[in-house]
């Protein structure tokens, strides 16, 4: 190997690992928005929108607190992206979100033309970036988007796992006391 393609090399993976550290800075923050979502009691999903290095839209998951199905961390940020670049397409954006997008969400990265999705952790029962299906990268819509899986995918994976672990252990506690409760009969 010469020197000049030993030169080539350092700086492609140098290059590769300033990239990797700003996509975990940005998953980092996406995982501060999850967190707000699960202080809320709400699945915790949480996005970014990045637009030359710089965040300029945050969205959590409200589907529970405000009772509308619409109120994923996705929507969310899209739409304060959208208000805050006035347009509908944001085509110099990255989209980074801890969980990969449902099927609505999908749809709604698509439709804004955002070229780049980074994904903390897949989601095999609903996600529409590669495990159920992939509506990010159709060849059929006039838009596709390149994605990027497993950022922090530990982390963000462990959140969620968490959360329905509480979950089930307080509907389990709750399902225990509700025996041990005198009932109506019992009076």
Same mark, same amino acid.
């Given at each position: 190997?010469?020197?000049?393609?030993?030169?080539?090399?350092? %700086?492609?993976? /140098? !290059?590769?690992?300033?990239?990797?550290?700003?996509?975990?800075? #940005?998953?980092?923050?996406?995982?501060?928005?999850?967190?707000?979502?699960?202080?809320?009691?709400?699945?915790? $999903? @949480?996005?970014?929108?990045?637009?030359?290095?710089?965040? $300029?839209?945050? @969205?959590?998951?409200?589907?529970?607190?405000?009772?509308?199905?619409?109120? /994923?961390?996705?929507?969310? *940020?899209?739409?304060? !992206?959208?208000?805050?670049?006035?347009?509908?397409?944001?085509?110099?954006?990255?989209?980074?979100?801890?969980?990969?997008?449902?099927?609505?969400?999908?749809?709604?990265?698509?439709?804004?033309?955002?070229?780049? =999705?980074?994904? @903390?952790?897949?989601?095999?029962? *609903?996600?529409?970036?590669?495990?159920?299906?992939?509506?990010?990268?159709?060849?059929? #819509?006039? /838009?596709?988007?390149?994605?990027?899986?497993? =950022?922090?995918?530990?982390?963000?994976?462990?959140?969620?796992?968490? #959360? #329905?672990?509480?979950?089930?252990?307080?509907?389990?506690?709750?399902?225990?006391?509700? %025996?041990?409760?005198?009932?109506?009969?019992?009076?």
């Amino acid at each position: 190997m010469s020197i000049k393609e030993s030169l080539s090399m350092a %700086k492609e993976v /140098h !290059a590769q690992e300033k990239e990797q550290k700003l996509q975990e800075k #940005f998953m980092n923050l996406a995982i501060k928005e999850a967190k707000k979502a699960a202080d809320l009691r709400e699945v915790p $999903i @949480g996005c970014v929108i990045v637009r030359d290095g710089k965040v $300029i839209a945050k @969205g959590y998951n409200r589907r529970n607190t405000d009772k509308s199905v619409l109120r /994923h961390a996705e929507l969310d *940020a899209i739409r304060d !992206a959208c208000k805050k670049l006035k347009d509908w397409r944001l085509e110099d954006c990255t989209l980074y979100v801890t969980l990969e997008p449902c099927p609505m969400c999908a749809g709604a990265i698509v439709q804004a033309r955002i070229p780049t =999705v980074v994904i @903390g952790c897949m989601n095999p029962k *609903a996600g529409c970036a590669g495990s159920v299906i992939n509506l990010l990268d159709m060849p059929g #819509f006039n /838009h596709q988007c390149q994605v990027i899986r497993g =950022v922090l995918e530990e982390e963000t994976s462990s959140m969620l796992t968490n #959360f #329905f672990k509480e979950l089930r252990q307080e509907k389990a506690a709750l399902k225990e006391a509700s %025996k041990d409760a005198p009932s109506d009969l019992d009076l």
